[in-house]
């Protein structure tokens, strides 16, 4: 069965920062390219970062650009989010996913496998 699970959610001041880990099992991810993604109360789902599968190419939305740094752990099941300088537009669940190509990650309509979320709050 396929899982991917998200840690590392919690409640942070703003000006705080918060690392979000996605560990992968099921199947190898080692192909697969990963990203995060948000959705706060009200909104619709939205592409945060994307990880391609050798970690060379990395894409981020214009509102964590800067702010935040994708990557991938050395058994390429394992993706980290990096996020510094929160704010409290960033309160969001916070999705991990997976695609078999780069492209499938970058929308919420296309990645193969999603997580369930992990919940961000930051308070201003």
């Known amino acids: 069965q396929v899982q991917l699970v998200e840690s590392g959610g919690g409640l942070v001041q703003a000006g705080g920062s918060l690392r979000l880990s996605c560990a992968a099992s099921?199947?190898?991810?080692?192909?697969?390219?990963m990203g995060w993604f948000r959705q706060a109360p009200g909104k619709e789902r939205e592409f945060v970062a994307g990880?391609?599968?050798?970690?060379?190419?990395?894409k981020y939305a214009d509102s964590v650009k800067g702010r935040s740094t994708i990557s991938r752990g050395n058994a390429k099941n394992t993706v980290y989010l990096q996020m510094n300088n929160l704010k409290a537009e960033d309160t969001a669940v916070y999705y991990c996913?997976?695609?078999?190509?780069?492209?499938?990650?970058?929308?919420?309509?296309?990645?193969?496998?999603w997580g369930q979320g992990t919940q961000v709050t930051v308070s201003s």
């Open positions: 099921g199947r190898t991810f080692i192909t697969y390219a």
């Open positions: 996913a997976a695609g078999r190509k780069m492209a499938m990650i970058l929308a919420p309509t296309t990645p193969d496998y």
């Open positions: 990880i391609s599968w050798s970690g060379d190419s990395l």
